[in-house]
């Protein structure tokens, strides 16, 4: 069976942005394995880092990315995941990053993350030996997706189509956002139209993300809305119906689903 490996940043991004081509690619009998970078477990965090958790109900005695892990370990489920792995790295307000505006402006100089990460995801990539991959487009240019596509253009064999997705929930936010600059030039845009069922599982498994919803949607009831609502706009964009997930890379890389 064909493998394709979804990487994602954190632990929500790729349910959030392109669940529906998850789904759509396991319903098809491809092994999709689930691939998130940023999930360590920091201790007695403090500052910003501490604040990223307790502004959103949890108190510093809690583990906070082990209950994302556990999060991302049934949204897996919801969308026929092959295989879920987690590098272990430490997000950007355990790396420098000491603020929400930090976030989203250039990378630090000391942030040195990358050849780590770019050792890991190499590994990786050679254990899964995907025929296709997808990462971030970088949309809202947060930097630890920028970190991500750095070592995705530094890994991925050429041979290897990449279809770089459209982040989520960015798009709702800033519909005009442009991608990273790390984002290769004249990619092709295309889009994949989702199934009742393939969207129903994404937005089961953004739902998994209990942890999040509150802070990136509203509530769980707001997932499904905007959600569907971004699928209508994106098939409405691509000239398809009813619901589509939008990509930059080649369209052939589909021709297989």
Not at 65 to 76: I, N, S, V
Not at 124 to 130: D, I, K, L, M
Not at 150 to 169: E, G, H, K
Not at 209 to 221: D, K
Request: charged share 15%; with cysteine; glycine share 6%.
């Amino acid at each position: 069976m064909p493998v394709a490996l979804f990487i994602s940043p954190h632990l929500d991004d790729v349910a959030f942005s392109c669940g529906g081509t998850f789904a759509t690619l396991a319903q098809a009998s491809w092994q999709c394995v689930l691939l998130t970078v940023f999930t360590r477990s920091v201790p007695n965090p403090t500052g910003f880092a501490l604040a990223c958790q307790t502004d959103k109900g949890f108190g510093p005695e809690v583990d906070y990315l082990a209950l994302r892990r556990a999060e991302d370990t049934a949204a897996a489920q919801y969308l026929g995941a092959s295989e879920v792995r987690w590098l272990d790295l430490p997000e950007a307000p355990h790396r420098g990053y000491h603020s929400p505006a930090a976030l989203f402006t250039d990378l630090l100089p000391t942030d040195n993350i990358g050849p780590e990460l770019t050792t890991l995801l190499a590994t990786a990539v050679t254990e899964t030996s995907p025929q296709l991959v997808f990462a971030p487009q970088g949309l809202g240019l947060h930097v630890d997706h920028r970190q991500v596509m750095r070592a995705v253009q530094a890994v991925v064999p050429p041979t290897v189509p990449v279809l770089w997705y459209r982040d989520t929930p960015y798009i709702i936010r800033q519909p005009n956002a442009l991608p990273a600059p790390e984002l290769p030039a004249g990619l092709p845009e295309t889009a994949l139209p989702l199934s009742k069922a393939a969207l129903a599982a994404k937005i089961a498994a953004s739902q998994a993300y209990a942890s999040q919803l509150g802070f990136q949607f509203g509530n769980a009831e707001q997932v499904r809305v905007k959600l569907t609502q971004l699928a209508n706009e994106e098939a409405q964009a691509a000239g398809l119906a009813p619901a589509a997930e939008r990509f930059a890379g080649q369209a052939e890389a589909l021709s297989t689903t």
